[in-house]
């Protein structure tokens, strides 16, 4: 049974699978506009003042799942009009406030925004840049913080408010993890989506027998789609129209192999070296570590190595990667390895395609899944990457000195990073995830709970192979460039 967090969700998985409908009619364009009408039926309003504000919020998600602004490069964006129910004013001062002789609040304030009448402080709004230091030395903490969720959840510092006090991305900062689209309140952020070219795609492949089209599977489904079991999800795959559906995991076991090569390479230089999974942590060190980028580990990701893989073995092949990722959709888009995954989707919408196709998970029966290493399908958690990495130096008797340091998080990245420009690091890998957890955080989950990291481990024992070499024995590597240049 489907059960949605919120009515954000709720109507972010409506939009998607009417927009899905209509694509499988061949009227999508002609009659897109007919959707929030659809969604937001009336005459009361479902979440908002009046249904006349709800259905130009539905356009406008319309037109994102549609692909979006084409001249944004960003795969976030933000839906002006429903940028309008947060508190304007960050900080407040409440009824703690005693009056004190010190006024340390008014000393503090670097633009004179704080004023003392009738013995208490006042914030001139006007005048605030919301600093934050006269919370930090009130005595009474009798000034509150109310910072936007949105710009709360940006550890990338890309959010900031325009004069109308309405949310707007530094594309320049903005490192697309999507952590604002999932904790914005009001839905007034969304990512763009690949879902209409993907339906296209396979209809397309269901008339024309010249090439086929995969589903790469992120290892992060373990998290997902509970209430059915895996094999059940890899059947509705298939009904969709996929060819075969490939476990990411398998290419985390090419990528742990290549980087543990690489490694030992760079430990023969003198120089750490930084994890490439993460799309999202990769641009983070990009946009603000320029001077570390030659330690980013030039070894692809694994959605890209797989793809690479399957590629060369099927020439004609699509691929379309599912997993729970933002960062992904922008990731296909950088010069250097635009086109090796064509098409990138989430899991939340791989839901509403299912449904729109009228595909009960729960009735399938169970399809195997393309088999990966334990090591591959536990890159899903935070820590995976490290343990692949110690598996393959023990296995292949590696004489040399590994000292990871594991980061869950973007703001545990930022901290290794510092230390590592400054040569103040005592490891030698940075293993960075900038979502919590790792990829079973990610945005686009379809549950965003707190996650059990062994779940991911008792997924990984399913695995046939054990060991990575194992699950690789039987394909030929060597024709395959898996490095790439930041």
Same mark, same amino acid.
């Given at each position: 049974?489907?059960?949605?967090?919120?009515?954000?969700?709720?109507?972010?998985?409506?939009?998607?699978?009417?927009?899905?409908?209509?694509?499988?009619?061949?009227?999508?364009? #002609?009659?897109? #506009?007919?959707?929030?009408? !659809?969604?937001?039926?009336?005459?009361?309003?479902?979440?908002?003042?009046?249904?006349?504000?709800?259905?130009?919020?539905?356009?406008?998600?319309? !037109?994102?799942?549609?692909?979006?602004?084409?001249?944004?490069?960003?795969?976030?964006?933000?839906?002006?009009?429903?940028? %309008?129910?947060?508190?304007?004013?960050?900080? $407040?001062?409440?009824?703690?406030?005693?009056?004190?002789?010190?006024?340390?609040?008014?000393?503090?304030?670097?633009?004179?925004?704080?004023? &003392?009448?009738?013995?208490?402080? *006042?914030?001139?709004?006007? #005048?605030?840049?919301?600093?934050?230091?006269?919370?930090?030395?009130?005595?009474?903490?009798?000034?509150?913080?109310?910072?936007?969720?949105?710009?709360?959840?940006?550890?990338?510092?890309?959010?900031?408010?325009?004069?109308?006090?309405?949310?707007?991305?530094?594309?320049?900062?903005?490192?697309?993890?999507?952590?604002?689209?999932?904790?914005?309140?009001?839905?007034?952020?969304?990512?763009?989506?690949?879902?209409?070219?993907?339906?296209?795609?396979?209809?397309?492949?269901?008339?024309?027998?010249?090439?086929?089209? *995969?589903?790469?599977?992120?290892?992060?489904?373990?998290?997902?789609?509970?209430?059915?079991?895996?094999?059940?999800? &890899?059947?509705?795959?298939?009904?969709?129209?996929?060819?075969?559906?490939?476990?990411?995991?398998?290419?985390?076991?090419?990528?742990? +192999?290549?980087?543990?090569?690489?490694?030992?390479?760079?430990?023969?230089?003198?120089?750490?070296?930084?994890?490439?999974?993460?799309?999202?942590?990769?641009?983070?060190?990009?946009?603000?570590?320029?001077?570390?980028?030659?330690?980013?580990?030039?070894?692809?990701?694994?959605?890209?190595?797989?793809? !690479?893989?399957?590629?060369?073995?099927?020439?004609?092949?699509?691929?379309?990667?599912?997993?729970?990722? $933002?960062?992904?959709?922008?990731?296909?888009?950088?010069?250097?390895?635009?086109?090796?995954?064509?098409?990138?989707? $989430?899991?939340?919408? +791989?839901?509403?395609?299912? %449904?729109?196709?009228?595909?009960?998970?729960?009735?399938?029966?169970?399809?195997?899944?393309?088999?990966?290493?334990?090591?591959?399908? &536990?890159?899903?958690?935070?820590?995976? +990457?490290?343990?692949?990495?110690?598996?393959?130096?023990?296995?292949?008797?590696?004489?040399?000195?590994?000292?990871?340091?594991?980061?869950?998080? +973007?703001?545990?990245?930022?901290?290794?990073? !510092?230390?590592?420009?400054?040569?103040?690091?005592?490891?030698?890998?940075?293993?960075?995830?900038?979502?919590?957890?790792?990829?079973?955080?990610?945005?686009?989950?379809?549950?965003?709970?707190?996650?059990?990291?062994?779940?991911?481990?008792?997924?990984?024992?399913?695995?046939?192979?054990?060991?990575?070499?194992?699950?690789?024995?039987?394909?030929?590597?060597?024709?395959?460039?898996?490095?790439?240049?930041?």
């Amino acid at each position: 049974m489907r059960n949605f967090e919120s009515d954000v969700q709720l109507i972010k998985y409506e939009v998607l699978k009417e927009v899905v409908k209509l694509s499988l009619e061949g009227k999508l364009k #002609k009659e897109y #506009k007919t959707i929030a009408k !659809k969604i937001i039926p009336g005459p009361k309003p479902r979440t908002r003042c009046c249904i006349y504000k709800e259905r130009e919020i539905i356009n406008e998600r319309v !037109k994102l799942a549609m692909g979006g602004n084409k001249k944004n490069k960003n795969m976030i964006e933000v839906i002006s009009i429903a940028c %309008d129910e947060c508190p304007i004013h960050r900080f $407040t001062v409440t009824e703690a406030c005693r009056g004190c002789l010190a006024h340390k609040c008014s000393e503090v304030c670097p633009v004179g925004a704080i004023h &003392i009448i009738n013995k208490r402080s *006042y914030i001139n709004t006007e #005048k605030c840049i919301e600093c934050g230091r006269c919370k930090s030395v009130c005595p009474y903490n009798a000034i509150s913080d109310v910072m936007r969720p949105c710009k709360r959840a940006c550890n990338a510092k890309a959010l900031s408010f325009d004069e109308n006090k309405k949310a707007i991305i530094d594309n320049e900062k903005c490192i697309q993890c999507g952590a604002c689209v999932y904790q914005c309140p009001f839905g007034a952020i969304m990512d763009k989506s690949f879902i209409t070219p993907v339906v296209n795609l396979l209809e397309k492949a269901k008339v024309q027998n010249d090439f086929h089209v *995969y589903a790469l599977m992120a290892p992060a489904i373990s998290s997902q789609f509970t209430y059915a079991r895996i094999g059940q999800v &890899i059947t509705g795959i298939k009904k969709l129209g996929f060819h075969d559906v490939v476990e990411a995991a398998l290419g985390a076991d090419m990528v742990a +192999l290549s980087e543990t090569e690489e490694f030992a390479h760079s430990i023969s230089e003198g120089r750490a070296l930084t994890s490439s999974c993460c799309p999202a942590f990769v641009a983070y060190i990009r946009k603000n570590y320029p001077e570390l980028v030659s330690n980013i580990s030039s070894t692809v990701s694994p959605m890209i190595a797989i793809s !690479k893989l399957i590629k060369n073995l099927d020439p004609e092949a699509k691929v379309v990667f599912i997993g729970p990722c $933002t960062a992904k959709k922008a990731e296909i888009l950088e010069p250097d390895i635009k086109g090796i995954t064509d098409f990138v989707i $989430t899991f939340e919408e +791989l839901q509403a395609m299912l %449904d729109a196709y009228e595909i009960n998970i729960e009735d399938c029966e169970d399809s195997p899944l393309n088999n990966a290493s334990f090591y591959g399908r &536990i890159f899903a958690r935070s820590g995976g +990457l490290t343990e692949s990495i110690k598996h393959i130096i023990n296995d292949k008797g590696l004489k040399v000195d590994f000292k990871p340091i594991s980061c869950d998080g +973007l703001q545990e990245c930022d901290k290794a990073l !510092k230390l590592l420009k400054f040569n103040k690091l005592p490891s030698n890998f940075i293993e960075g995830m900038a979502c919590q957890g790792g990829c079973i955080g990610g945005a686009a989950s379809l549950c965003h709970g707190p996650k059990d990291k062994t779940e991911v481990d008792k997924y990984g024992r399913l695995a046939l192979e054990k060991h990575v070499a194992d699950s690789l024995r039987v394909f030929e590597l060597e024709e395959i460039d898996f490095n790439r240049k930041y």
